[in-house]
């Protein structure tokens, strides 16, 4: 590997990539062009409409991509050793041709099967390539060059040659030792050979990537979404591709990366996000949240549902208006036939009513009609002109009658709804865990009670799903709710047309001139209001989000180890296809309701048709922090091997024991010594849950601009988290504090103090007040 300051090869590539900021500036241009143009279009037919909304939509979407590639737009180049004077390929973010020179590739997309070898050529199998140039830029300036000789007698000859462990040494290890930013960044130009194979996975199937902590594996799983994108896009740009991680705050850590790669029309969500109407950001007690996680709950659910299909112990008594204020008797074995009838009819809960509703009607209109055929003298209820003082003899036409004004009773109506009753999923879940009596006969965890009102939590987010598929969706409902809001559009609309029409400027003699039109004249309001439609608008992504049964192309989970097996019924019902990226490391599992293997949580949905991927290489975490990672990780899993880091920063972890009643001053001055040596850089302070409250001020004293809370700022220089919100993340320098309790409050303490010594790049800090987990004894030599 060589860094290149010849004068001459930066302006060759100098040259070059001016050209491609040429055609870049074309391209958006005329992206552009077309967007305005399709934006200025109006009516029309319902065909015309559609096209509309799709050019528009397409040619936003490439205005964004455009833009998104401007930095970073070239990053590599290869020369192939054939021919006279060899094949030369350029590598970006996106392809760009040249239309006047028979399309003559001027820039492959990274993700094209061409651009392959500058990923996994090597010096033992070149695949033809002589020299693989790294292109430093910023903007559109050429400031540096990387080659690699892959040519081993080309190589011998210059004493230029590729490391044997990675590809583009030099490249990567200049990315790995910058400054963070509090953003991730993307990998594209340092892809390694082991990434690069889970990245172009088959679309089809499970694909399970197991990686330890560093190993890319975050990096790797957007980079995957994509490439299939790219490969499938048809199919995907319609059906969407959903990412999973485990807060908001990882999804604002990560929000950059696919646009940066041209991709945007991915949905980014957490467990909490995924049904739609709900926001599920409460904490609740982690035990709780494991019950909740159990595979058992969904039958708990189903229980729930039977016991709000009621039969009393004793007979019900209707006063009718039908029978001028008399009474009539619904017996407990009337209703309990109803019941099982309506049970038999194999339709969901909601969606069996209108059968319950039918066979309690029918028979009360027998007894009913019962009661008329017993009172001779009553006048005829049904508005005929019997006489007094005969027996009345209903035939089929009267007793539809009797039905029909049955149905309009509001106390029989009223007693449908208790015996019965038409639920939505929150008000299933709310009112089981409002009642100890509800959980007791669904055979719940009779700790799961909770006062009526309190916020919904991620773990019950699939519990409102699972009650969404046992309850059922009536889509006459749906159907009465989009008419009415279909007429509160139309109001509005000849509301707005009669503001029009009132403030319109005419001289008072023109006033009835019938050639003068005005708006009323030209546009309709039911078409007006057509044009309102908010779902026209929406992106597929947006759309997707908003429907709790969309069918998404392609589902990637990372931090997948930590879903319960509730959560998991719920992915797959959004997956039907079971076309799946699962991300993960089963030793840095910290929710109870976690993983144990990937085997037990992928058996019940597609038994053992998956494939595994390990990710071996430790790209973040230098050898000298992960020797003391090591050591938890030998406590969790004897077996379990650390990933293999791939430098040594020079720099040893730090281990400081002070007494208690000194450990807040002692984090203060710990602090302000880390933040200075990060320079640039982020520092994390990692607090344990239990007195996270008592040290923040102490940390605020050294770093009074830190960012902290359930969404914390991680653009700020320094971040203090909990280590269940440092998840995920990565930063310059961390500060561990107070190892043991981390381990005593967290549910898998072990896990969690293996998550966070393992966050920095760079720089480890471990601060205790006087005592130690075991597993940190050996290797820090106590």
Not at 183 to 194: A, K, L, S
Not at 248 to 274: C, H, K, N, W
Not at 342 to 370: W, Y
Request: glycine share 8%.
């Amino acid at each position: 590997m060589s860094t290149s300051s010849d004068t001459a090869d930066i302006v060759e590539e100098q040259r070059h990539l001016d050209t491609l900021y040429e055609h870049l500036d074309a391209l958006r241009e005329e992206a552009s062009a077309q967007l305005t143009k399709a934006l200025l279009q109006t009516g029309g037919t319902p065909a015309d409409r559609s096209h509309r909304e799709s050019a528009t939509a397409l040619y936003s979407d490439r205005v964004a991509q455009y833009s998104a590639v401007e930095n970073g737009l070239c990053f590599g180049r290869l020369d192939f050793t054939n021919g006279a004077s060899g094949e030369t390929r350029y590598i970006g973010r996106i392809g760009i041709f040249d239309e006047d020179n028979d399309y003559e590739p001027l820039l492959i997309d990274w993700r094209a099967p061409a651009s392959r070898p500058f990923y996994l050529a090597t010096a033992a199998a070149p695949d033809g390539v002589r020299r693989r140039r790294h292109i430093r830029t910023a903007r559109r300036r050429v400031t540096g060059l990387d080659d690699e000789v892959l040519d081993l007698a080309e190589a011998h000859g210059t004493g230029r040659g590729a490391h044997d462990g990675v590809t583009g040494e030099a490249a990567l290890l200049s990315a790995l030792t910058a400054s963070r930013t509090g953003r991730m960044r993307d990998i594209v130009e340092t892809i390694q050979g082991e990434q690069d194979h889970v990245i172009r996975a088959d679309l089809g199937g499970v694909l399970v990537v197991q990686g330890g902590p560093g190993t890319g594996k975050t990096a790797v799983a957007l980079h995957r979404a994509a490439y299939l994108l790219y490969t499938h896009r048809q199919m995907l740009s319609s059906r969407v591709v959903l990412i999973v991680g485990p807060n908001a705050t990882f999804l604002r850590y990560i929000s950059q990366v696919l646009p940066s790669l041209a991709e945007t029309g991915v949905l980014l969500g957490t467990m909490g996000d995924l049904f739609p109407g709900v926001v599920a950001h409460r904490e609740e007690p982690a035990e709780i949240a494991e019950v909740k996680g159990r595979a058992e709950m969904a039958e708990v659910l189903a229980a729930a549902v039977r016991d709000r299909q009621r039969v009393p112990a004793e007979p019900i008594t209707l006063r009718l208006d039908l029978l001028d204020g008399g009474t009539v008797m619904l017996e407990p074995a009337v209703i309990e036939d109803a019941r099982e009838r309506a049970r038999r009819s194999g339709k969901l809960h909601n969606l069996a009513r209108p059968r319950f509703d039918t066979e309690i009607v029918h028979a009360l209109s027998l007894v009913v009609a019962d009661t008329i055929g017993l009172d001779p003298y009553a006048d005829d209820p049904l508005g005929g002109d019997d006489a007094q003082g005969e027996a009345q003899l209903l035939d089929e036409a009267d007793l539809a009658e009797i039905r029909r004004e049955l149905r309009g009773e509001a106390e029989v109506q009223g007693v449908l709804d208790w015996l019965w009753p038409i639920l939505t999923p929150q008000q299933l879940v709310a009112g089981l865990f409002a009642s100890a009596a509800r959980l007791e006969a669904a055979g719940a965890d009779p700790r799961l009670k909770r006062a009526p009102g309190e916020g919904w939590t991620p773990a019950d987010v699939p519990l409102l799903d699972e009650a969404a598929e046992l309850l059922g969706e009536d889509e006459t409902v749906l159907e009465i709710l989009a008419e009415r809001r279909r007429r509160q559009q139309v109001a509005y609309a000849e509301g707005a047309l009669e503001i029009a029409f009132g403030s319109r400027s005419i001289d008072l003699e023109d006033e009835d001139d019938p050639e003068l039109l005005s708006v009323n004249d030209l546009l309709e309001a039911d078409r007006l209001a057509e044009r309102q439609d908010d779902n026209e608008a929406l992106s597929p992504a947006e759309r997707a989000a908003a429907d709790r049964r969309w069918a998404f192309g392609h589902v990637i989970v990372d931090e997948a180890q930590e879903l319960s097996a509730m959560a998991w019924r719920l992915l797959m019902r959004r997956c039907p296809s079971r076309s799946m990226t699962v991300v993960g490391d089963v030793a840095q599992t910290g929710d109870l309701a976690g993983a144990s293997s990937w085997a037990e949580v992928l058996r019940p949905y597609v038994g053992d048709r998956w494939r595994l991927r390990e990710l071996t290489v430790n790209y973040r975490t230098p050898a000298e922090i992960m020797a003391v990672a090591a050591g938890v990780l030998a406590g969790i899993d004897p077996d379990g091997k650390p990933p293999r880091s791939v430098r040594r920063s020079g720099i040893e972890p730090w281990v400081r024991g002070v007494a208690p009643a000194r450990l807040a001053d002692a984090l203060a001055e710990a602090v302000e010594r880390e933040a200075e040596e990060a320079g640039e850089g982020r520092l994390g302070v990692l607090l344990p849950a239990g007195v996270f409250d008592d040290l923040v001020p102490h940390v605020l004293k050294a770093a009074p601009d830190a960012a902290l809370g359930a969404e914390p700022d991680l653009t700020a220089r320094v971040v203090v988290l909990t280590v269940k919100q440092a998840k995920g993340l990565e930063f310059d320098g961390v500060v561990v504090v107070d190892p043991e309790r981390i381990v005593e409050e967290s549910p898998r303490g072990a896990n969690d103090l293996y998550v966070a010594l393992t966050r920095a790049t760079q720089r480890l800090g471990i601060l205790h007040p006087g005592t130690l987990p075991e597993s940190l004894h050996a290797v820090i030599g106590i």
